[in-house]
């Protein structure tokens, strides 16, 4: 950064978004004050989510069979999706509406194609950032097992390998139902009648809540780190030529010459103070985590349930299991019958593999937007660059779009084309 004073940016949210963001733009010489309303780091959607880093399982929710799998999956107590209508809700029935214009195939294609090239940056991004930051990978449980999808039906095992077949020659292999349990033993114990599944290797699993605690304390040995502000921004106060000179906090104003607003779902009603409206609505998952000993089989290969949309990571000497797209508001309570559901999801697919008598449950709410792409980047607010909007996959692109956007407040071009990634109201 060139001249005397480095600029100042105030990054709001420390989530692994928000902390990601920080020390991209620590990096690039930015001097930065990190704000976050919870007494401690990575308290939202970063603290007990599915451990995933899937780079290359990126395929948004919103595909032209989704509307049709949807019908189905309200029918079924123990299926993946919950709807709970807010005829008050204007928020809900917008995304609503926006999400269902995105189930088109072609829409799905090009947006995977995004995120695919979002999710190589990103990779190389976290690599760069764990030897930059000075990481221990066995304090963050970081693993690179690969990730295994497991498909219950044959005809939509047969439509993906078909597609995988049309593809250049990559990483993915497709897998019968005898090579899945060969690869992971821990299929044995599994009642679940498998098709087969697609095997990714080098895709990796971590505790994200551990990443945001050990990222948090290498920033405040960062040079440029002026420091985290624990408390609740109200709102900002308006500058001069189209510009936002500080945000207002209970504790008093906290100037900057920018501010990255990464702060998940309270992102919305922060931006829609200054007028912005961001299409982000809350879809509620669930986790449990569940001690493993010796006598249990836990998977060591990451993998996905696709019908029941259920994810499992070893973690460590724990057992992550992590599923539901619940659309019922900024509803964090445990609903009972969803934890059940969840038990009987890990039940049936790998009984064996932890001790669920002792598993500690926990929800929170994914910020997603209804074409599944995060929003990156400038404002019509000249100093206000958002990252928000990753949905379940903040871990995965955290460490991309951290850069992207700390390029970008740098006055560089971004590492990756930004179409769509930003909203409608941004220059292209």
Not at 10 to 30: C, M, N, P, Y
Not at 202 to 215: I, Q
Not at 233 to 259: I, S, W
Request: proline share 6%; aromatic share 8%.
């Amino acid at each position: 950064m060139s001249g005397r004073q480095k600029k100042h940016c105030v990054v709001i949210g420390a989530g692994v978004v928000g902390l990601t963001s920080a020390w991209a733009l620590a990096e690039r010489g930015f001097a930065v004050t990190l704000v976050e309303r919870e007494a401690q780091v990575g308290q939202g959607a970063s603290f007990a989510n599915g451990g995933q880093l899937s780079y290359r399982y990126v395929s948004p929710l919103a595909d032209a069979g989704v509307p049709m799998k949807a019908l189905r999956w309200l029918l079924d107590p123990d299926g993946p999706l919950r709807f709970k209508p807010d005829l008050t809700s204007l928020q809900q029935w917008r995304w609503m509406a926006q999400f269902l214009r995105a189930c088109r195939a072609p829409v799905n294609q090009q947006m995977t194609t995004r995120l695919l090239a979002l999710g190589a940056y990103s990779q190389a991004a976290f690599a760069q950032l764990h030897a930059d930051a000075n990481l221990s990978a066995p304090a963050l449980q970081l693993r690179s097992p690969g990730k295994l999808v497991l498909y219950r039906h044959a005809a939509e095992f047969k439509r993906v390998r078909q597609r995988l077949q049309a593809q250049p020659a990559g990483a993915e292999q497709a897998l019968d139902a005898a090579a899945c349990l060969q690869l992971e033993p821990a299929l044995a114990a599994s009642s679940v009648q498998l098709a087969g599944g697609i095997f990714t290797p080098g895709e990796a699993v971590a505790d994200c809540h551990a990443f945001c605690t050990h990222l948090a304390a290498s920033l405040q040995r960062h040079p440029n780190f002026r420091g985290l502000v624990q408390g609740e921004v109200q709102g900002f106060t308006p500058g001069a030529g189209g510009r936002v000179a500080a945000v207002r906090m209970t504790q008093g104003e906290l100037a900057a010459d920018d501010f990255v607003l990464a702060a998940g779902l309270q992102s919305r009603s922060l931006a829609q103070s200054l007028g912005l409206r961001l299409p982000l609505y809350p879809l509620k998952g669930y986790s449990l985590t569940a001690p493993i000993a010796a006598e249990h089989l836990a998977p060591e290969i990451s993998v996905t349930d696709f019908e029941k949309k259920v994810v499992y990571a070893r973690i460590g000497a724990q057992m992550r299991v992590a599923a539901m797209v619940d659309m019922v508001g900024d509803d964090t309570s445990l609903d009972p019958r969803r934890l059940a559901s969840l038990r009987g999801h890990v039940q049936a697919m790998f009984p064996r593999s932890a001790d669920y008598t002792q598993a500690s449950a926990w929800a929170g709410l994914r910020p997603a937007t209804p074409s599944g792409a995060p929003i990156l980047g400038e404002t019509p607010l000249r100093n206000l660059w958002l990252n928000v909007g990753h949905g379940a996959l903040g871990f995965t692109f955290s460490f991309g779009t951290a850069n992207i956007v700390a390029d970008l407040v740098a006055g560089r071009a971004s590492p990756v084309p930004l179409d769509g990634f930003q909203l409608a109201w941004a220059s292209p």
